[in-house]
């Protein structure tokens, strides 16, 4: 129970900051052995995370749902790229994804973009007037 109270901690708490919660999971996880490993408690962890996000945001999302359906749409586009890559690179090289290292790496390269990107001067304009191309 203290294993799965600590994932869940960590799940929760990285949710909301501007960093990976799973490269959290994965990290903390094989420190903490095989009880990481369930695909099942993976689930668990970010169906806890959704909900505490609808709780959160439900404002945000009906307003989605009603007056800025358009940006569902960018959302979708957006996320394509990253899909894309992640199941080309788990095809690929099964179980890399899962790799410790790899997402102690990838964290690094998160902060080091956080910081280069928090330096450019703001867009104009709101995300509602994002293109299709830029989503």
Do not use: N
């Amino acid at each position: 129970m203290f294993d799965l109270l600590i994932l869940a901690v960590v799940q929760g708490i990285a949710e909301f900051l501007p960093i990976s919660s799973s490269g959290h999971l994965v990290i903390i996880g094989s420190m903490l052995g095989e009880l990481s490993e369930s695909p099942t408690l993976e689930i668990i962890l970010h169906a806890g995370t959704l909900g505490s996000i609808l709780l959160i945001f439900w404002r945000k999302i009906l307003r989605l749902l009603t007056e800025d359906r358009r940006v569902i749409g960018l959302l979708v586009v957006g996320t394509i790229p990253a899909a894309t890559i992640g199941d080309g690179i788990k095809l690929m090289i099964p179980g890399v994804l899962r790799s410790p290292l790899l997402a102690g790496a990838m964290l690094l390269v998160t902060g080091v973009m956080l910081i280069f990107l928090g330096r450019l001067r703001e867009r104009e304009g709101t995300y509602q007037g994002v293109s299709w191309w830029g989503a």
